[in-house]
C-alpha cells in the first residue's frame, strides 16, 4: 500500500483574473449594445409612425380616405346594410 500523499491547495493560474474581466466586459458591451439598438429602434419607429401619419392625411386632404378607419364610405355603407 502506498501512503497518500500531501495535497497542495488549489492556486488559480494567473490569467483567470483577465479571462473573469475579459467576460465582463463582454456582458457588459453587449448591454450597452442591447440599449443602443432600443433607442435606434425606437427611434425608426418614431420615423415611420410620422411618415404614416403624413400618409394618411395626404390622403384624407385628396379625398380617398374620408373616415378614420379602413375602409371609409364603403365600409360604413355596408354597417348600414346589415
Known amino acids: 500500500m502506498s ?3 500531501p495535497t497542495k491547495p ?3 493560474p494567473p490569467s483567470v ?6 467576460m465582463f ?5 453587449m448591454l450597452l449594445c442591447m440599449v443602443a439598438y432600443g ?3 425606437n427611434h425608426g419607429n418614431r420615423i415611420s409612425q410620422r411618415k404614416e401619419a403624413e400618409r394618411i392625411d395626404a390622403l384624407r ?3 380617398l380616405l374620408r373616415e378614420k ?3 371609409g364610405e364603403a365600409e ?6 346589415v
Open 10 to 12: 488549489y492556486i488559480a
Open 25 to 29: 466586459g463582454f456582458i457588459a458591451f
Open 69 to 71: 378607419g379602413v375602409g
Open 3 to 5: 501512503a497518500k500523499q
Open 17 to 22: 483574473g483577465h479571462e473573469i474581466g475579459v
Open 61 to 63: 386632404a385628396s379625398g
Open 39 to 41: 433607442f435606434a429602434w
Open 76 to 81: 360604413a355603407e355596408k354597417v348600414e346594410r
